[in-house]
């Protein structure tokens, strides 16, 4: 007897990181709600479901990807729910609440900015996501954070590793993971991050400042005690993935997006009040963080007409989401001038992303300031730019020239 097999049986992760973007406008036409094996889980592929899921924590508790809980270890704010996520999010959040961030995100930013731009803008040529955008994202949150003296190429190092180990999704029939090789990488890295940060956090433990580190270590606390670093250590995993990585991508891929329009890339340069609705069209376009939030059914459930036991886990495809038609006309397409609508690219709930402000922020000063060094940037006919991705997503590259 032999056992049918759907197309969505036929879906490879290789499928997934090339281009998902086919795969997911059929499962939201077919199949909003549907178990891929590629993956080993139901994935979630309309805004409304995504939506009702994530507003709805009495049915449904947050957990992380199988291939994230092998990353980051146990004790992620990823994975937290009711009283420990609120911990966790006390000591977290309050320095990147907007009041907080508008006090320091301008001298963290700008002068980086200035600085890298000054050494490239007479080359005429770059790849701006290289030469540019990821130092500025690198730089900006890593001494936040209090990495100062971890040079950037480190850190691009350690959260590729860390990336490459999260997206590490694949599952074979039995539901285990199919290769081992990026885990065991990212285990190297992970040893190396705790051999950098440790002597920082014995420096910080007696002399607290005003680094993100430090304010995890400290507050909250009582006099004379400090954090437990089992604790702090998988949430700096999580920062070194997501808040280095992020707004690169995002500053990559809304770049992207303008010089595919030129009408549009030439009406934000001259208008910089637009770039906020461009940074949200770009992260809405290519979400930069494409599959990775996971709800568990806390009972049995029927979600989209199917019937889903109490336990079962479930990924919210927000890119997938950012794309329904249902919602966006013409959703494929980069346009800054779409009515504004609120996409998922950063989450929903109260698992929304604690750094959205400051990552849109870093983002907007540092395209700011390509913008006022080079307008006349223009892509690069010969080098078209490659996304690639599932779980995280963005362009590979981004090849661009400008007359010096």
């Known amino acids: 007897m032999t056992t049918s097999t759907t197309w969505i049986d036929q879906i490879t992760m290789a499928e997934l990181d090339r281009d998902p973007n086919p795969i997911y406008e059929r499962l939201r036409r077919e199949a909003p709600v549907a178990f891929v094996p590629a993956v080993g889980m139901h994935v979630v592929a309309t805004r ?6 994530t507003q709805d924590s009495d049915t449904w508790s947050t957990v992380i990807a199988p291939s994230g809980g092998r990353t980051f270890g146990a004790g ?10 609120r911990e966790l999010r006390e ?27 000054a050494k490239i803008e007479g080359l005429g040529a770059a790849d701006i996501q290289a030469a540019y955008f990821a130092p500025v994202s690198v730089r900006a949150v890593a001494d936040l954070m209090g990495l100062v003296d971890v040079p950037s190429d480190t850190l691009v190092r350690w959260f590729q590793t860390l990336a490459m180990s999260y997206g590490n999704a694949e599952v074979d029939a039995l539901g285990n993971f199919v290769n081992a ?17 440790d ?25 004379g005690e400090v ?16 808040a280095l990585q992020e707004p690169g991508h995002v500053m990559t891929t809304t ?18 009040s637009l770039l906020p609705r461009a940074i949200t069209e770009g992260a809405r376009w290519v979400a930069p963080i494409w599959s990775a939030a996971v709800k568990v059914a806390n009972h049995d459930v029927t979600i989209a007409g199917l019937e889903l036991a109490a336990g079962t886990p479930v990924m919210l495809a927000y890119g997938s989401a950012n794309r329904d038609e249902s919602v966006w006309e013409n959703p494929s397409a980069f346009d800054v001038d779409r009515p504004a609508m609120p996409h998922l ?29 080079i307008p006349n940037i223009e892509p690069d006919p010969e080098r078209a730019p490659q996304f690639w991705g599932w779980t995280f997503r963005g362009p590979q590259a981004l090849h661009v020239l400008w007359e010096v």
């Open 48 to 53: 409304e479901l995504c939506l009702q899921i």
């Open 76 to 85: 992620t704010v990823l994975a937290s729910n009711g009283d420990r996520h």
């Open 91 to 117: 000591w977290i959040d309050p320095q990147l609440r907007p009041s907080a961030v508008d006090t320091y995100v301008e001298k963290l930013v700008r002068p980086q900015a200035q600085a890298i731009l």
């Open 181 to 197: 090789a990026p885990f065991e990488a990212g285990d190297k890295v992970k040893d190396e991050i705790i051999a950098t940060v």
């Open 199 to 223: 002597p920082m956090l014995d420096h910080w433990t007696a002399n607290p400042d005003h680094t993100l580190i430090s304010h995890w270590l400290h507050d909250g606390m009582s006099d």
């Open 227 to 242: 954090r437990d670093r089992a604790e702090i250590y998988p949430n700096i995993y999580v920062f070194l993935l997501g």
């Open 255 to 272: 770049l992207a997006g303008l010089l595919q329009n030129p009408d549009q890339l030439e009406k934000v340069v001259d208008e910089p």
């Open 345 to 373: 690219a950063f989450g929903s709930g109260n698992h929304a992303c604690a750094g959205t402000y400051l990552g849109t922020a870093i983002v907007r000063i540092a395209l700011e300031e390509l913008f006022e060094t």
